[in-house]
């Protein structure tokens, strides 16, 4: 009589793709990690059962924390910072993925010298199981201090100096490359642009691409003034490039605040947009239809820079090695060019 062959054991990844989850999400699973949802729960344990999955118990446990908090931490110290619609944006999608798991998120200020104390006591006394960080400027402290914790930290945004092993970010040059093509189209030639912080990132990924625009149409840069990413900081910038290039006839603004600011000392100043000027944001903004005219901007999809810092975070938690994400950006025309 011939031998029956052993029926061969289902594999984790099999289990995962059964309960219709990520391979690291069933392995959370499977290790009692605390922070897994009950959706992904009963999913992955359904397919366990169907399946006859025997976990390996000599498999490496997964480094999970137990204090059920993750911080997001932000280099500045202004509490309003956190009713700009740009990082209330990220707040909602990064809320949004915690909500399906058992974990809380704590909200920090750390740019001053007391900031970051109480952010280093708290990373040191393991207070928070992970980090998320923004709004990084030049060589910000912050990073050393998060790199020496040890702690799973994920960056929103690549700061401007070195390369962090997990950050997710939008393509914030090829969204400015996007822009100033656009005004290169309509046939303008005198492009002048609104720079956000030059410290930042974001700030000097955007000047790139406004560079690259125009060095590749055989155009010189006709102009630049930095901001601050603010409304304020727009205008500011606006009355300035007006007074030094007074003939200029387009301008990319670094964000949507910016534009805002620099579409209202344009009208003040009796210039047609977009006859006489044209104007182009970042970010996609809810002011960017309020402004007038409607603003042309480059959009980025700011809740999904959230939902993915959050979801890479819950997953290094875990023991995961994921890869860090680029988020695309894409045209929005409108009015104002």
């Known amino acids: 009589m011939a031998t029956a062959t052993p029926r061969r054991q289902p594999t984790l990844d099999e289990v995962a793709e059964r309960a219709g989850v990520s391979r ?3 392995s959370r699973v499977i290790n009692k990690a605390p922070h897994v949802s009950r959706a992904t729960r009963d999913a992955v344990e359904t397919a366990i059962r ?6 390996n118990r000599t498999a490496r446990a997964l480094a999970t924390r137990q204090t ?12 309003e910072l956190f009713a700009d619609p740009f990082f209330a944006q990220v707040i909602v999608g990064v809320s949004a993925v915690l909500e399906e798991t058992d974990l809380h998120l704590l909200l920090c200020l750390a740019s001053s010298g007391r900031g970051r104390g109480r952010l ?10 992970g980090i998320m960080l923004m709004a990084l400027q030049g060589d910000d402290p912050l990073t050393s201090i998060v790199s020496q914790s040890g702690l799973p930290a994920v960056y929103g945004g690549r700061p401007l100096h070195g390369e962090p092993q997990w950050f997710v970010d939008s393509d914030n040059a090829g969204g400015a490359r996007l822009a100033t093509e656009h005004l290169i189209a309509l046939g303008r030639t005198r492009i002048t642009t609104i720079t956000g912080e030059m410290l930042t990132g974001a700030g000097t990924a955007r000047y790139r691409g406004y560079r690259e625009a125009m060095i590749m149409a055989g155009l010189t840069p006709h102009g630049t003034a930095e901001g601050d990413f603010t409304e304020a900081g727009g ?3 606006m009355r300035s490039l007006l007074a030094a290039h007074p003939d ?7 964000s949507d605040n910016m534009a805002a600011g620099a579409l209202r000392v344009l009208s003040e100043a009796g210039r047609s947009v977009p006859a006489d000027v044209a104007v182009v944001g ?44 680029i988020l695309p950006t894409r045209l929005v025309r409108r009015g104002s060019a």
């Open 248 to 254: 200029l006839d387009a301008v990319f603004a670094a």
């Open 120 to 129: 280093t006591n708290l990373l040191h006394t393991r207070g928070v199981d």
């Open 282 to 325: 970042f970010d996609d903004l809810a002011v960017a239809g309020r402004t007038d005219p409607p603003l042309t901007t480059v959009h980025q999809p700011i809740q999904a820079l959230g939902r993915e810092m959050a979801r890479l975070l819950v997953d290094v938690i875990a023991g995961g090695q994921p890869t860090s994400i």
């Open 68 to 79: 059920g908090i993750v911080a997001l931490a932000i280099s500045h110290d202004d509490p």
């Open 24 to 26: 690291s999400a069933a």
């Open 50 to 55: 169907e399946m006859g999955y025997l976990p």
């Open 235 to 237: 205008a500011a910038a």
